[in-house]
């Protein structure tokens, strides 16, 4: 065993402070705390807004960024590329300028900060419930530790039980009935 002091836990995590806040609520009170259900929609506000404009646009974005991440849109871009390939090849200026259009125009410069935005939603929705879920497994786990000690307790009271009845037993026996 070292002389040494135990070292000090440093936070490393980056939270919110309300996430804070439920944190030290939960292992505070942990018999109150009720877990939470969190869907996309409870948390689409964040990123673009509770308005009509907002919710179109998280919408769109979530929407797009869904499609595009299907193999049919693979195929089609597939497509595309091979179109543009075989136009390239046999020079027909016509269908390599379509293709040019949609891929380097379209796709990149349009699609990409669609689906960038899409992202921001998902990942928003996700780390809500990762807060989520980290609150109420703090909870648990402080719960359980709470059960534990009580186990502990009844343990101790269990075994201070057996020594009184071991005495009585003793004395029982030393004494002529």
């Known amino acids: 065993m070292s002389d040494q002091p135990p070292e000090r836990r440093v936070e490393r995590r980056i939270s919110s402070p309300e996430h804070r806040a439920a944190y030290a609520r939960a292992q505070a009170a942990p018999m ?40 049919w849109a693979a195929y089609v871009f597939t497509l595309i590329a091979v179109g543009g390939a075989v136009a390239v090849i046999t020079n027909n200026a ?51 530790v709470q059960q534990l000690e009580i186990l502990k307790q009844h343990r101790r009271l269990l075994e201070q039980q057996q020594e009184i009845l071991g005495m009585l037993e003793k004395k029982a026996a030393g004494t002529p009935g």
């Not at 300028?97 to 669609?114: H, Y």
């Not at 939603?121 to 809500?128: C, G, H, L, T, Y």
């Open 94 to 144: 016509f269908w390599t300028a379509v293709s040019v259009l949609i891929s380097q125009t379209f796709l990149q410069l349009v699609l990409l900060p669609i689906i960038i935005v899409g992202q921001n939603v998902i990942s928003a929705s996700q780390d809500a419930r990762a807060e989520a879920d980290h609150l109420t497994l703090t909870t648990l786990h402080t719960i359980n």
């Open 32 to 71: 109150e705390h009720r877990p939470k259900l969190i869907t996309s929609r409870s948390v689409a506000g964040q990123v673009h807004g509770a308005g009509p404009v907002g919710r179109v646009n998280t919408w769109l974005a979530v929407s797009i960024t869904k499609s595009v991440g299907t193999m």
